[in-house]
């Protein structure tokens, strides 16, 4: 149990650092939006996407963690906020796939007919409905878990709405970076701190129980 509480407590400090790291070297957010940014800096588009793909990947276990110490006094709402959460997450880190796409076809052809031909792509139903739409859905999942968290007394009630605003705001550069950034590592951290610095006995214990002696 020490792993999976020391694994959840982490994952929810790393993946904020790594959320912002990767929309600070995205070129396409740094020059202001645009065309060709993406085509012309495939290696910083590399590095970007792959942060970005792994900060929601290791939220998984910061959520995880979370429905874990939520459902010791709300356990219905916590499995149910939590799995559409983690369902979610694992669909949004899918999505970073697409700005490797972007990039190639930015160099295999001229800029605007790749960036529109992504487009295409980005806009077929399956895609929207299979992944980008039950990525928010989880987004707001993971806001309803935090809140079932704060619900059981085991969070701030600030937690889940300073996470939500820091995935969403966050690509607005460089002010939305900064400061939604800010407001995602202190949502997430205050919970991931907490898992830290419980005791063994506290992460496994269920609310209510008493220890048996004979």
């Known amino acids: 149990m020490r792993f999976f509480r020391v694994v959840a407590g982490s994952s929810l400090l790393a993946a904020p650092v790594l959320y912002i790291a990767g929309l600070v070297v995205d070129p396409a957010l740094r020059a202001g939006g645009g065309i060709g940014h993406y085509g012309a800096n495939p290696g910083q588009v590399s590095v970007s996407a792959t942060l970005l793909h792994w900060s929601w990947v290791l939220l998984v276990p910061g959520l995880l963690g979370m429905t874990h110490l939520a459902a010791k006094r709300a356990p219905v709402a916590a499995h149910v906020t939590?799995?559409?959460?983690?369902?979610?997450?694992?669909?949004?880190?899918?999505?970073?796939?697409?700005?490797?796409?972007?990039?190639?076809?930015?160099?295999?052809?001229?800029?605007?007919?790749?960036?529109?031909?992504?487009?295409?792509?980005?806009?077929?139903?399956?895609?929207?409905?299979?992944?980008?739409?039950?990525?928010?859905?989880?987004?707001?999942?993971?806001?309803?878990?935090?809140?079932?968290?704060a619900y059981t007394k085991q969070a701030p009630w600030w937690a889940g709405p300073a996470m939500l605003a820091g995935a969403l705001a966050g690509p607005i550069y460089p002010v939305g970076t900064i400061v939604a950034g800010a407001?995602?590592?202190?949502?997430?951290?205050?919970?991931?701190?907490?898992?830290?610095?419980?005791?063994?006995?506290?992460?496994?214990?269920?609310?209510?129980?008493?220890?048996?002696?004979?």
Not at 101 to 108: N, P
């Open 82 to 149: 939590g799995s559409v959460a983690v369902l979610g997450v694992i669909n949004f880190s899918a999505l970073m796939t697409s700005d490797f796409v972007y990039s190639r076809l930015e160099r295999v052809m001229e800029p605007h007919a790749g960036s529109a031909l992504g487009d295409l792509i980005g806009a077929d139903p399956g895609l929207a409905w299979g992944f980008r739409n039950p990525g928010f859905l989880g987004l707001l999942g993971v806001l309803l878990l935090a809140l079932v968290l």
């Open 183 to 214: 407001l995602y590592l202190a949502g997430a951290g205050v919970v991931g701190l907490r898992m830290l610095r419980m005791s063994d006995g506290e992460w496994a214990q269920p609310v209510g129980s008493t220890a048996v002696t004979r």
